[in-house]
């Protein structure tokens, strides 16, 4: 579903005095990946800057998301081992996680889930976009990591319509992003896409945050958008909501189309599996994770 255009993106943007910038180490690891010119030694030292990164893409490339054979111990190493569109990817989205403040709230959103959600579309868009063809898969994770991060923005700006919207979410009444639209006027996908243009991110990326919920777009024939929007409705049709749980019971049979989509992920245990992986090396074991896949 589509809905239809909220209020300017860019104008709440310009209401925040403390909205995070992209962090430094991270928008210049994005750069350097797309530059050919780029060797593995001026990727490490970039990274080495920063150590928190460091010791959180070390410990991801150790980890059970990539199962490498043999130890990883420095930046080079890892470099060298995940190639720099996979250090992109992990650069972009460890620091994000910890771009956002995690406490302060207390509206029945549960940023664990909202993180889990989105590395779940992040995992579920790569492995779509391997087997399609219809993305760089490096591309399509770092989207997916991305597509909910107007949400995040709307929380901090308007924190009482955020928390009227989330509580109608969680009743059932509608999914979050109608019911954000109800209580704020404002689209997270609009906002994401505002955001996405102030940190001088790709346009193919920025198309794609825009248009997850675009539930027409097709992952081999309309690229990166197609690509997340397909991963994005599986993850919501297993029940795998941004932020939230609900007690669904039995979950509905998949369309063909939709049972084609997860057949590419390998299954949608082996995307959660993968995605709680992900999350544990990037910023700990979270407090929270869904209970069931279905």
Same mark, same amino acid.
């Given at each position: ?7 300017? %993106? ?29 060797? %593995? ?6 990274? %080495? ?26 930046? @080079? ?10 250090? @992109? ?12 403040? @995690? ?55 308007? =924190? ?9 979410? @969680? ?30 991110? =790709? ?49 509905? =049979? ?31 074991? =979270? ?8």
């Amino acid at each position: 579903m589509v809905l239809t255009m909220g209020k300017d %993106a860019n104008a709440l943007l310009d209401r925040i005095d403390d909205l995070p910038p992209l962090p430094a180490v991270a928008a210049t690891v994005m750069g350097m990946a797309e530059d050919d010119k780029t060797s %593995a030694m001026d990727l490490a030292q970039v990274l %080495a800057t920063d150590q928190a990164l460091t010791a959180k893409l070390i410990r991801i490339s150790n980890s059970a998301y990539y199962g490498f054979a043999r130890r990883i111990s420095t930046v @080079r190493e890892a470099v060298v081992m995940l190639g720099f569109k996979q250090v @992109r990817q992990v650069a972009v989205g460890a620091s994000m996680m910890n771009a956002f403040k @995690r406490s302060g709230f207390n509206d029945g959103f549960d940023l664990d889930l909202f993180w889990g959600h989105s590395v779940a579309v992040a995992v579920a868009s790569e492995a779509i976009a391997k087997k399609t063809l219809g993305a760089k898969p490096e591309d399509a994770f770092t989207a997916g990591i991305l597509h909910d991060i107007g949400r995040l923005v709307l929380r901090q700006v308007m =924190p009482a319509e955020f928390a009227q919207a989330v509580a109608i979410a @969680r009743s059932g009444e509608a999914p979050l992003h109608a019911a954000e639209f109800e209580t704020t006027g404002y689209q997270h996908d609009e906002i994401g896409q505002a955001l996405g243009e102030r940190w001088k991110f =790709p346009g193919h990326l920025v198309d794609a945050v825009r248009c997850h919920h675009d539930e027409a777009l097709r992952a081999g024939e309309d690229g990166l958008a197609g690509v997340v929007a397909q991963a994005n409705s599986l993850m919501l049709h297993f029940g795998l909501f941004c932020g939230y749980e609900l007690e669904l019971g039995e979950v509905a =049979p998949l369309t063909p189309e939709l049972a084609g989509i997860e057949a590419m992920c390998g299954g949608i245990d082996r995307v959660l599996a993968r995605a709680f992986n992900f999350i544990e090396s990037a910023s700990g074991t =979270p407090d929270t994770w869904y209970a069931k896949a279905g």
